[in-house]
């Protein structure tokens, strides 16, 4: 399984600085969630989706930002 970005507008994939694709095969692969996350909070991307991709490419599944990004308050 491959951990990719994938704009949400667009549904293109992050494939490097100001290089976007449309085919998963050639995007970067975060390799891990919290990467991916950790890079859109950094650069304060927008309109993005964690998008994983499997052997074939042929199925890619997104989840919203807003779901994997837990936050836990500290009293």
């Known amino acids: 399984m491959r ?7 667009t ?3 992050f494939q490097g600085p100001d290089r976007w694709t449309s085919d998963p ?5 975060f390799r891990m969630i919290d990467r991916a996350i950790e890079f859109i909070e950094n650069w304060s991307l927008r309109d993005m989706e964690l998008a994983f991709a499997f052997r074939d490419y042929e199925q890619v599944t997104g989840v919203p930002i807003e779901k994997m990004a837990l936050k836990f308050s500290q009293s």
């Open 3 to 9: 951990t990719l970005l994938r704009n949400t507008t």
């Open 25 to 29: 095969a050639q995007a970067r692969d």
């Open 11 to 13: 549904g293109l994939y």
